[in-house]
């Protein structure tokens, strides 16, 4: 296969939501069990109020229905390229309008964890901002198994068992490439920072991995999924 275009995309959470569909702290919810001074009940709330925040921005991160996206990357072994958009429905319009060609060209996606994610967070985006998506296109590229539109290195590694899956990161490093230098859970802090080019070259540097995983796997990858 000699055409294909690897993908990724970074997310943050999305605070411009109604209040009513963000998750809200219930102080009710904190277990006091025998608790009774005012000031350690007070302290003790407090307490798991921090940790519900704290949680609070992962959990919309990887919300399809809760995050934004800030970051697209794409490429293959000839160039890799991220743009980061603070205008999210402009930076959709172009990715989707991209995905749609490729698909019509017969040019593979090469993701990971493309599948249950990075399509099921573009398709939701899409949905809430009014961008139309075909709806056969979208079922092809997120079809469990000889999939031949979007190749789900996370669930071909695994072998579609949800038990055996792994990160990008140990694959880079299971196959002699060099490891992942940041996280993603650094995204939001340089997305509040205004950091953007750290957000781009943190995606940048996740699908050039993309594209030298996919290439020692493509030779093991059954003749008739290519």
């Not at 919810?29 to 704290?54: H, M, P, T, Y």
């Not at 072994?77 to 991209?98: A, Q």
Request: with cysteine.
């Amino acid at each position: 296969m000699s055409n294909f275009c690897c993908a990724d995309i970074e997310t943050v959470p999305n605070w411009d939501l109604p209040k009513e569909c963000i998750p809200q702290f219930d102080p009710d919810s904190v277990k006091l069990g025998n608790l009774k001074d005012k000031d350690k009940v007070e302290a003790k709330i407090e307490e798991a109020r921090q940790e519900f925040d704290k949680g609070l921005v992962k959990k919309m991160s990887l919300d399809p229905d809760l995050c934004r996206v800030v970051c697209v990357g794409t490429g293959d072994s000839t160039s890799v390229l991220g743009s980061v958009w603070v205008d999210e429905k402009m930076l959709l319009e172009i990715v989707w309008k991209n995905i749609t060609n490729l698909y019509f060209k017969h040019i593979p996606l090469v993701s990971f964890n493309g599948i249950q994610f990075d399509l099921p967070v573009l398709w939701h985006s899409a949905i809430r901002l009014g961008i139309p998506v075909d709806p056969q296109m979208y079922r092809d590229l997120t079809k469990k198994y000889d999939n031949r539109f979007n190749f789900d290195l996370m669930q071909i590694l695994s072998g579609w068992d949800r038990t055996r899956y792994k990160s990008q990161d140990f694959y880079q490093r299971w196959l002699g490439f060099e490891g992942k230098k940041d996280s993603g859970s650094q995204v939001y802090q340089w997305w509040i920072d205004k950091e953007y080019e750290k957000i781009k070259q943190h995606c940048e540097a996740d699908v050039n991995s993309l594209v030298k995983i996919w290439e020692r796997l493509q030779p093991y990858v059954r003749e008739d999924d290519k």
